[in-house]
């Protein structure tokens, strides 16, 4: 089984800006949203689907750096004309999450593919880290 560990970056930390008068004041950046996420594993991959409503192709970011796969996307809710949004249950404009997966994972054949909201992530065993069957011999 592969040893995954979930960390969510959620919380931006507090920065500080000058205002106007040369005061400092912290300043806040918005909260990520965390998308909820299913994992499976067989002998040959672990496939990753995260739940990313509103994110298109062109706003999603999928990055393997260090044994770490990080997923990033910004919503864009397209209104149609003549329409403003008043109230939405989704509290955010961008999603976030990060994964330390470690060596086993073949990162130069990663396949990620976005399709109506869902993010599916092909995650390829290298072949030395796949579970083989051993034949005994009487």
């Given at each position: 089984?592969?040893?995954?560990?979930?960390?969510?970056?959620?919380?931006?930390?507090?920065?500080?800006?000058?205002?106007?008068?040369?005061?400092t004041r912290p300043v806040r950046r918005e909260q990520a949203?965390?998308?909820?996420?299913?994992?499976?594993?067989?002998?040959?991959?672990?496939?990753?689907?995260?739940?990313?409503?509103?994110?298109?192709?062109?706003?999603?970011?999928?990055?393997?750096?260090?044994?770490?796969?990080?997923?990033?996307?910004?919503?864009?809710?397209?209104?149609?004309?003549?329409?403003?949004?008043?109230?939405?249950?989704?509290?955010?404009?961008?999603?976030?999450?990060?994964?330390?997966?470690?060596?086993?994972?073949?990162?130069?054949?990663?396949?990620?593919?976005?399709?109506?909201?869902?993010?599916?992530?092909?995650?390829?065993?290298r072949g030395d880290h796949r579970v083989r069957q051993i034949?005994?011999?009487?």
């Open positions: 089984m592969t040893n995954l560990k979930f960390t969510s970056n959620t919380k931006t930390p507090a920065r500080s800006e000058k205002d106007s008068s040369g005061d949203l965390v998308p909820p996420v299913d994992i499976r594993e067989n002998n040959e991959m672990v496939l990753l689907v995260a739940d990313m409503p509103g994110v298109s192709p062109e706003t999603l970011k999928v990055e393997w750096a260090h044994e770490r796969l990080t997923i990033e996307g910004t919503i864009s809710a397209d209104l149609p004309e003549n329409m403003i949004s008043v109230d939405a249950d989704l509290r955010g404009s961008h999603y976030q999450r990060q994964f330390k997966l470690g060596q086993e994972i073949d990162s130069e054949k990663i396949k990620a593919e976005l399709k109506n909201g869902v993010l599916t992530l092909a995650l390829p065993k034949p005994v011999s009487a």
